[in-house]
């Protein structure tokens, strides 16, 4: 497990099955010679209204209003590489070219990575990715949590029609033994 790449994100809040992919995907990349370091992870309800609000006013960059995010069901992580490793903390490499291998090896494990709509470092689990997709999570969540939405998806990906709808994420699941 590639730790010192996921060091600066809590996990707890993570989505395991997610989480675990996102391990392995990252493994990758740092074996191709490319080391991402995730940057965010999960993001209460409470932290996304104020980068909205940020937003709004703006102060912030582009963010989705409380609930619309992948984020907020531990369902994303934001990776970038360190561009300057000599320097102390991360100095973020922005470069389309620095998210090559990650854009490469999350989609190779079914992942949806975000560079395919202008948000390259942003990697997600599949189907719940803009407003409409995320809308009824939101709904399930103030009404029981966030638990519930990790149960709904557990349940989902379950299913016969969610492995054949997503084969190389459910190939790596299974792998994983999820
Ligand atoms: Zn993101």
Redesign the pocket.
Known sequence: MPTRNFARVGLDRVYLPFAAVAFEVISRCEARGASYIAT?GSRSLEEQAELYRLYREGKGGKAAPAGL???NYGL???FCRDGDRAKPGLQPDWRASAFKELGEESQRAGLVW?GTFA?A??V?WPSYVNATDLAPLRALATREGVAAVWMRLDKERSSPFWRAANPKLAAELARLGF
């Open positions: 965010f995010s992948a984020h994303a992580f934001d975000g948000d470092p942003h997600q």
